[in-house]
Nanobody
């Protein structure tokens, strides 16, 4: 199992930026997850894919709603994945979750394909 810890959420105004971090750890063995992703869930809505990346950083994928505004990156030496969020909008308000896909290299957008999840970090964007 992979333990994921997110940080970096907060309250900002529309147009501001935030950077989320997700640090992964596995006790007793080397981290083997090939794919990491960020999802978000707003009140009353289903959890939705935001961005995903292979640990190598060579392949990324974004939801249409965040393309051109959000950037996902990884630092394998630190076992950390980042989500740089720019030009934030009120509709970006949600709890953001980091997730690890424990097998395969496809950057899936489906929550059930990810076996480990962080506790979530709240992002609130005021207008």
């Amino acid at each position: 199992q992979v333990r994921l810890v997110e940080s970096g959420g907060g309250l900002v105004q529309a147009g501001d930026s935030l950077r989320l971090s997700c640090t992964a750890s596995v006790s007793g063995r080397t981290l083997s997850s090939n794919v990491m992703a960020w999802f978000r869930q707003a009140p009353g809505k289903e959890r939705e894919f935001v961005a995903g990346i292979r640990w190598s950083g060579a392949w990324t994928r974004y939801a249409d709603s965040v393309k051109g505004r959000f950037i996902i990156s990884s630092d394998s030496a630190k076992n950390t994945v980042y989500l740089q969020m720019n030009s934030l909008r009120p509709e970006d308000t949600a709890v953001y979750y980091c997730a690890a896909k424990l097998s395969g290299i496809e950057v899936s957008t489906t929550p059930r394909d990810f076996g480990s999840w962080g506790q979530g970090t709240q992002v609130t964007v005021s207008s």
